[in-house]
């Protein structure tokens, strides 16, 4: 791990001061080792892990040629060319887990519903709403094509095949998918602990009064959040003063109860920031410039057996790093193969954008459908302490670091947010 640590820092294009978004992401995504415990649970349970093995279709799904819609089976090669209809006789009903049994010969047909085994020598189902029944018989249009309105046995998922592959978020469909293949439990990884605490000699818990200069810690809570939504296992360690003891301490506690260490404020070079300090002496730590805003300043890197993201103070920038980064960093380390960062999509910018050049912005956006397609607008003051601002957004505006002041009409990249929000 150290030497992985010196290896990136060695790179060619390792600039400790201004690293663009897109290396500081492929720099992280190499030093991390996804998690190899787990465990086996129920398929409810297991509503948000990652699936740690391929999970193997047992049966075919459907278990049988069936109907995919109400009304009447029968054997397409007895219906004549040409338009019109042929009647036929009815010989008996097939119903979602009541088949028809008996034999349908030439001529004949069978009402069927949705979902009812096919009867063994039909091949082709007409909707109902085609077909009129009278004393005469069953009238079959003439026009449909062979094997129409059948659905084919192992059409979803046949005996052997890769129901859900090893890496796999499991979601509500996923969940289903297992029942529909009878499959009760299942092996996921353990969830990610992910210890964090934020730093800072202004900050007050909450529940208790604010003196001079002081302010709420928010972060702990943000973070908790965030957590708590990406699937991970949070354990807050609660707040800490910039003092060399109390944070050499949380991090002491942290590394040996966490896979993941995440802290707030104190990355920054200021006089009391001390979280550099503390891991130039406890672990291995890449600190970084990112040419983002806001975000500029993130540390990443190792204590003892845990990772380490050191996001910076400011209540956006929190949100925006752990977006942009630790997101994908916790799907990583979670065993996932599938995530990917939100698609960016196109849309027009409504009101005038201010943006100097020079670093990747994410400001907060909110995305509607107009008349023409995706409109964005920002959401007023951008300062990277407006948290505000954030729970407005259900957006980022990217802008990429040429781009300077934009103004409305223009077309701009935009990011949704995916739920961690
Ligand atoms: P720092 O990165 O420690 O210099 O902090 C940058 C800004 O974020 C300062 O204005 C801090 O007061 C603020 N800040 C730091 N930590 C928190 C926190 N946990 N909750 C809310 N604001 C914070
Ligand atoms: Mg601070």
């Known amino acids: 791990m150290a030497a992985t640590i010196r290896e990136l820092s060695c ?134 094509k062979a094997g129409q309105n059948r659905r084919f046995r192992g059409e979803d998922l046949k005996t052997g095949a890769v129901a859900l592959p090893k890496g796999t978020l499991i979601g509500p469909a996923a969940i289903g998918l297992l029942a ?51 699937g991970c296992q949070p354990i807050d360690l609660g707040n800490f003063v910039d003092d060399p003891d109390a944070i050499r301490s949380a991090f002491a506690a942290a590394s040996t109860q966490a896979d993941v260490i995440i802290t707030s404020g104190g990355v920054s070079v200021g006089e009391a920031d001390f979280i550099k300090q503390m891991l130039n002496e406890m672990g291995e730590v890449l600190f970084w410039k990112i040419a983002m805003k806001p975000g500029r300043p993130m540390a990443v890197g190792k204590v003892g057996g845990a990772y380490f993201f050191g996001l910076p103070g400011n209540p956006v920038a929190v949100t925006v790093t752990f977006y942009q980064f630790v997101r994908a960093a916790l799907a990583t380390l979670q065993g996932r193969t599938d995530y990917a960062l939100p698609p960016t999509c196109k849309a027009t910018l409504t009101n005038k954008v201010k943006k100097m050049p020079g670093r990747t912005e994410f400001q907060r956006g909110i995305l509607t459908m107009g008349a023409n397609g995706y409109e964005v607008r920002t959401t007023g003051d951008q300062g990277s302490g407006i948290l505000s601002s954030m729970v407005q957004a259900n957006c980022f505006v990217v802008l990429s670091t040429e781009t300077g002041n934009v103004e409305p009409g223009t077309v701009v990249d935009v990011q949704m947010f995916e739920g961690v929000m």
């Open 11 to 144: 790179a060619d294009d390792y600039d400790p001061n201004s690293m663009p978004v897109d290396k500081a992401r492929a720099f992280i995504s190499k030093f991390l080792a996804p998690i190899q415990v787990t465990e086996r649970l129920h398929i409810r349970a297991a509503l948000g892990r990652v699936a740690a093995q391929d999970v193997i279709s047992p049966i075919d799904v459907p278990g049988h040629d069936n109907s995919a819609m109400d009304g009447w089976a029968y054997r397409h090669a007895d219906v004549a060319s040409g338009d019109g209809a042929t009647v036929m006789k009815r010989v008996g009903t097939s119903y979602a887990g009541k088949p028809y049994l008996g034999p349908v010969g030439r001529g004949e047909c069978v009402r069927i519903f949705t979902g009812a085994v096919m009867p063994a020598d039909c091949d082709t189902v007409a909707m109902q709403e085609r077909v009129t029944a009278d004393d005469a018989g069953v009238h079959i249009p003439n026009d449909l």
């Open 180 to 230: 529909s293949l009878g499959v009760a439990e299942v092996n996921v990884y353990r969830k990610l602990r992910v210890a964090f605490f934020s730093t800072g000699d202004e900050l007050k818990t909450i529940g208790t009064p604010l003196g001079a200069g002081e302010i709420y810690d928010s972060n702990r809570y943000t973070i908790y959040g965030m957590l708590k939504r990406a």
